[in-house]
């Protein structure tokens, strides 16, 4: 199986790019921003006092347009115990009774951006589509979006919606 190549980083201040990206991921733009804004805002929220590597996130719902859920990473000195801003973000969501997410969007201070977890992509394997795009920001805010089937291996699907309403 040949190895995918990362996308190229674009500038989130290159508004040919971002127009570009909201087309080909059925966003707009204002989405896009928000997500950007949310996602940088919520570093400030780490609790990261072992790594020192801050990790802001963002979920749009679909439940409802415009409702987003923002996480920030949380360590633990029992490093298993920590949890990442993606599932934080995406704990909000669902305990809020949003379990259907159209786009998610993380940021951290490095470069290039950092892509989600192994946890973190399983994890939003239950509640997102596959064609969902992750949105990920570096330190100078360029970013790289790939879909949640371009970062997961294959798994077994999620439970029908009607499955999860069970568990409620």
Same mark, same amino acid.
């Given at each position: 199986?040949?190895?995918?190549?990362?996308?190229?980083?674009?500038?989130?201040?290159? @508004?040919?790019?971002?127009?570009? =990206? +909201?087309? /080909?991921?059925?966003?707009?733009?204002?989405?896009?921003? !928000?997500? &950007? %804004? #949310?996602?940088?805002?919520?570093?400030?929220?780490?609790?990261?006092?072992?790594?020192?590597?801050?990790?802001?996130?963002?979920?749009?719902?679909?439940?409802?347009?415009?409702?987003?859920?923002?996480?920030?990473?949380?360590?633990? @000195?029992?490093?298993?115990?920590? =949890? +990442?801003? /993606?599932?934080?973000?995406?704990?909000?969501?669902?305990? !809020?009774? &949003? %379990? #259907?997410?159209?786009?998610?969007?993380?940021?951290?201070?490095?470069?290039?951006?950092?892509?989600?977890?192994?946890?973190?992509?399983?994890?939003?394997?239950?509640?997102?589509?596959?064609?969902?795009?992750?949105?990920?920001?570096?330190?100078?805010?360029?970013?790289?979006?790939?879909?949640?089937?371009?970062?997961?291996?294959?798994?077994?699907?999620?439970?029908?919606?009607?499955?999860?309403?069970?568990?409620?």
């Amino acid at each position: 199986m040949p190895v995918q190549q990362a996308p190229q980083a674009s500038s989130s201040a290159d @508004a040919a790019a971002v127009s570009a =990206t +909201c087309r /080909e991921h059925s966003l707009s733009e204002a989405e896009f921003r !928000e997500l &950007h %804004r #949310r996602c940088v805002d919520a570093k400030a929220m780490a609790y990261c006092p072992y790594s020192q590597f801050r990790v802001g996130a963002s979920v749009e719902s679909m439940d409802g347009g415009g409702v987003f859920f923002d996480g920030a990473n949380v360590e633990n @000195a029992s490093y298993p115990v920590t =949890t +990442c801003a /993606e599932r934080v973000a995406m704990a909000k969501a669902v305990t !809020e009774g &949003h %379990r #259907r997410v159209r786009a998610v969007a993380v940021a951290t201070d490095v470069a290039p951006p950092a892509s989600p977890c192994g946890m973190c992509r399983q994890f939003m394997r239950e509640f997102c589509d596959l064609k969902v795009p992750i949105i990920m920001f570096d330190k100078d805010d360029n970013y790289i979006v790939m879909r949640l089937e371009e970062v997961t291996p294959p798994a077994p699907p999620a439970p029908p919606e009607h499955h999860r309403e069970e568990h409620n």
